[in-house]
Nanobody, 120 residues
Framework: VQLQASGGGTVQPGGSLRLSCVAS???????MAWYRQGPGKQRELVGS???????KYVDSVRGRFTISRDNDRNAVFLQMHRLTDEDTGVYYC????????????????WGHGTQVTVSS
């Protein structure tokens, strides 16, 4: 599946952004996730969401970020609040699946990233 992320930009610390990711085909059978890669850092998982819309987050964003999906629109979203400079990076959406027995998210398809810069 082809994925296109958008919505990045520059925001002041404490601000908010909403990222969108639209797929070229139905995502109903996929778990979806957002990753990010900060300057000089490895790409890291931000959070994921099951096909039914149940999200999971890494500790650093829990309570500030919300992942949602709209299967009818083949889209997944990342709402980000209370942004800090640590959130700066390129954000990528992915389609994938959860792998048993640990239910670890495994990406199978990637979109191009969208840049998020948190700066005063």
């Amino acid at each position: 599946v082809q994925l296109q992320a958008s919505g990045g930009g520059t925001v002041q610390p404490g601000g908010s952004l909403r990222l969108s990711c639209v797929a070229s085909e139905s995502i109903a059978g996929y778990a979806m996730a957002w990753y990010r890669q900060g300057p000089g850092k490895q790409r890291e998982l931000v959070g994921s969401v099951t096909g039914g819309g149940l999200p999971k987050y890494v500790d650093s964003v829990r309570g500030r970020f919300t992942i949602s999906r709209d299967n009818d629109r083949n889209a997944v979203f990342l709402q980000m609040h209370r942004l800090t400079d640590e959130d700066t990076g390129v954000y990528y959406c992915s389609a994938g699946r959860y792998v048993s027995p640990t239910l670890t998210y495994q990406p199978t398809d990637w979109g191009h990233g969208t840049q998020v810069t948190v700066s005063s």
